[in-house]
T-cell receptor, first 115, second 115 residues
Framework: GNSVTQMEGPVTLSEEAFLTINCTYT??????LFWYVQYPGEGLQLLLK?????DKGSNKGFEATYRKETTSFHLEKGSVQVSDSAVYFC??????????????FGAGTQVVVTP | NAGVTQTPKFQVLKTGQSMTLQCAQD?????MSWYRQDPGMGLRLIHY???????DQGEVPNGYNVSRSTTEDFPLRLLSAAPSQTSVYFC??????????????FGQGTRLTVV
């Protein structure tokens, strides 16, 4: 079956530091890949997505590239702010099957940015 | 612009009690689903629906029932609450089949404690 593995947290960074959160996946088909962000006490919000190999998703200074050869979708940001403190989830869905709406999530990575 | 609305936001139940978590979306999305979020485990799919009158089980369906009588509403019923059901519950909806956007939109969550 499909699965997502992401690095454990918490990740603690100083403001303006570089952030990388690793995400790898296992899928039988051709999944779409997503990064969601969860701020304290809130639901999940879509941060970015990529639907095919070599696509780069980007939003709010975050980027992730769909790497089929390494089955990875690592999240990066060049200069984090305190407001980026949140839990980040990597997720996939497989639009090539009848399960296109079913998402597989990673365990989540908490990011703490200090001033 | 309500999106996905969940009620209640917080709930405390005694073991053996039943309750219904409400979920409504106003985006005319076909696909709706319920997830539970537990520390270190990401989000796990409980039940999902691909349209009115159609529901199916996800990864962790035991102890929960769902129904989908309208496109808008997708309530989750706990039949006899157990402490193992203490969790944060999220309802999500998705637009449609590819090539439409398939990302999920999440509600704010319901924090349930069973004592």
């Amino acid at each position: 079956g499909n699965s997502v593995t992401q690095m454990e947290g918490p990740v603690t960074l100083s403001e303006e530091a570089f952030l990388t959160i690793n995400c790898t996946y296992t899928a039988t088909g051709y999944p779409s890949l997503f990064w969601y962000v969860q701020y304290p006490g809130e639901g999940l919000q879509l941060l970015l997505k990529a639907t095919k190999a070599d696509d780069k998703g980007s939003n709010k200074g975050f980027e992730a590239t769909y790497r089929k050869e390494t089955t990875s979708f690592h999240l990066e940001k060049g200069s984090v702010q305190v407001s980026d403190s949140a839990v980040y989830f990597c997720a996939l869905s497989d639009p090539t099957t009848d399960s296109w709406g079913k998402f597989q999530f990673g365990a989540g990575t908490q990011v703490v940015v200090t001033p | 612009n309500a999106g996905v609305t969940q009620t209640p936001k917080f709930q405390v139940l005694k073991t053996g009690q039943s309750m219904t978590l409400q979920c409504a979306q106003d985006m005319n999305h076909e696909y709706m689903s319920w997830y539970r979020q537990d520390p270190g485990m990401g989000l796990r799919l409980i039940h999902y629906s691909v349209g009115a009158g159609i529901t199916d089980q996800g990864e962790v369906p035991n102890g929960y029932n769902v129904s989908r009588s309208t496109t808008e509403d997708f309530p989750l019923r706990l039949l006899s609450a157990a402490p193992s059901q203490t969790s944060v519950y999220f309802c999500a909806s998705s637009y449609g089949r590819p090539p439409k956007n398939t990302e999920a939109f999440f509600g704010q969550g319901t924090r349930l404690t069973v004592v």
